[in-house]
């Protein structure tokens, strides 16, 4: 996540909350300490190392536009809530076509037909 770095804490905060729905998955806004001043970067879950300062998370009911990143973060909801996530993909016909419009996460396990 090269180029996330920000001079103010409220700036990295903001731009963490874009970040999140841009990339589909938790930032962690850390801090490095120079003499001319303080830096804010934002990680993610993958890129961090020892401590952060904040975390901004992907919420439950987020609409994924790809089934990997749903995947991902239904393992680490699962983990967290020590429940089964399931994903499910929402549908729309237009104009006779099947779509896929965007995925999402479930508690309620698919049904095997």
């Known amino acids: ?13 903001e731009k963490a909350h874009e970040k999140v729905k ?10 490095c300490s120079y003499r ?5 970067l934002l990680k993610t879950r ?7 300062l904040h975390i901004v998370e992907l919420p439950f009911r987020h609409k994924f536009r790809t ?6 973060e239904a393992s680490k909801f699962a983990s967290k809530k020590g429940r089964p996530v399931y994903v499910r993909q929402k549908r729309k016909i237009i104009s006779g076509y099947d779509f896929i419009d965007y995925y999402y996460l479930t508690y309620i396990e698919p049904c095997s037909t």
């Open 1 to 13: 996540m090269t180029g996330n770095v920000y001079s103010t804490y409220e700036l990295a905060r």
């Open 67 to 72: 089934k990997q990143n749903a995947e991902r």
């Open 22 to 31: 841009e990339i589909e998955q938790d930032v962690f806004i850390c801090s």
């Open 36 to 40: 001319s001043g303080k830096e804010f």
């Open 46 to 52: 993958s890129e961090v190392i020892g401590d952060y």
